[in-house]
């Protein structure tokens, strides 16, 4: 059965630092998604993303976040200058068309420790 | 907005009596309504949604939710607990009246389902 892959499933990192969460989505999935999960808190949404470019975003979700598709398999989140309170658990979610009836598919997340 | 609320942050049930998860929800419009289970370490696995239609919806692992317009519920049961079914479980809701096309869902805290023998 087709999945979510993510990498790393650990990232440790100091404050400041630039860090690239990557995943690869579904094959034949055209929408994509990450989500955030704060230790002990509800899995809040970051940001979609279809046909090459963000579809709706969160207040989360500021300069210090971007997302790219760099190729036709990737889909990566990268958070320029951490803070401590970006750790979290980082979900990449996809889903086959830009429907939101459709359900989106997770991956098994990246665990992100700011020290 | 839309907004989900699971009222329980843990169920506790014997194994092979029936167990139900509570979650209501908040939209403008109509719902599109998901419950998500997670094991320990694991990602979120999509368990059962309701587009529209029949109100009981069935789903994995034998599975079901009942959607109630009227008390704004979405209720996940199954007839019979097992203990495998032990796991932190979300209900999500998006609004299918919200523009945009981001397809973003909004989560509920969780319920922590402990299935005991």
């Known amino acids: 059965e087709p999945e979510v892959t993510q990498t790393p499933s650990h990232q440790v990192t100091q404050m400041g630092q630039e860090v690239i969460l990557r995943c690869v989505p579904i094959?034949?999935?055209?929408?994509f998604y990450w989500y955030r999960q704060i230790l002990g808190q509800k899995v809040e949404f970051l940001v979609s993303?279809?046909?090459?470019?963000?579809?709706?975003k969160s207040e989360i979700f500021d300069d210090q976040f971007s997302v790219e598709r760099p190729d036709g398999s990737n889909f990566t989140l990268k958070i320029r200058s951490t803070k401590l309170e970006d750790s979290a658990m980082y979900f990449c979610a996809s889903s086959e068309a830009p429907r939101g009836y459709n359900e989106q598919f997770f991956g098994p997340g990246t665990r992100l420790t700011v020290l | 907005a839309q907004s989900v609320a699971q009222p329980e942050d843990q169920v506790n049930v014997a194994e092979g009596n029936p167990l139900t998860v509570k979650c209501t929800y908040s939209v403008s419009g109509n719902p599109y309504l998901f419950w998500y289970v997670q094991y320990p370490n694991r990602g979120l696995q999509f368990l059962l949604k309701?587009?529209?239609?029949?109100?009981l919806v069935k789903g994995s692992y034998g599975f079901e939710a009942e959607f109630n317009k009227s008390q704004t519920s979405f209720h996940l049961k199954k007839p019979s607990a097992l203990v495998s079914d032990s796991a932190l479980y979300f209900c999500?809701?998006?609004?299918?009246?919200?523009?945009?096309?981001?397809?973003?869902?909004?989560f509920g805290t969780g319920t922590q389902l402990k299935v005991e023998l």
């Open positions: 094959s034949n999935h055209l929408y």
């Open positions: 999500a809701v998006r609004d299918i009246m919200v523009t945009g096309g981001g397809n973003k869902l909004t």
């Open positions: 309701y587009i529209t239609g029949d109100n």
């Open positions: 993303f279809y046909n090459n470019e963000i579809s709706e």
